[in-house]
């Protein structure tokens, strides 16, 4: 919705800007809305910048929240295979006596 604001503001700014140079009288009312159209360009555009970086910000936050996750599973794997291999340190150490005499 932003960017067809933004399209007709131009079309305006345009078409009074057109207007003011062919009738080559500069009326303060004119320039007034000028102005005013000017400024709602100018307003347009921050609101537009606004969005794209609220945007970035939602998905820098969920790439945050998914690395976060990834790096507590690694964790939780981590923390798994160690608890295995110490449970299991006798048996492991058995078997690798038996391929390291044969």
Known sequence: MEYFDGFIVITSLI??????????????KRILIFSIRLWRFIRIISSVAE?????QLK???????QYL???????DLLVHKTNYVENNRE???S????????
């Open 59 to 65: 998905h820098k936050r969920r790439l945050n929240k």
């Open 69 to 75: 996750n990834a790096i507590h599973r690694l964790v």
């Open 15 to 28: 078409i009074d800007l057109y207007f003011l140079y062919k009738e080559k009288k500069i009326l303060s």
């Open 95 to 102: 078997t690798l006596k038996t391929f390291a005499y044969n």
């Open 51 to 55: 969005t794209v970086r609220n945007k």
């Open 91 to 93: 048996y492991l150490n």
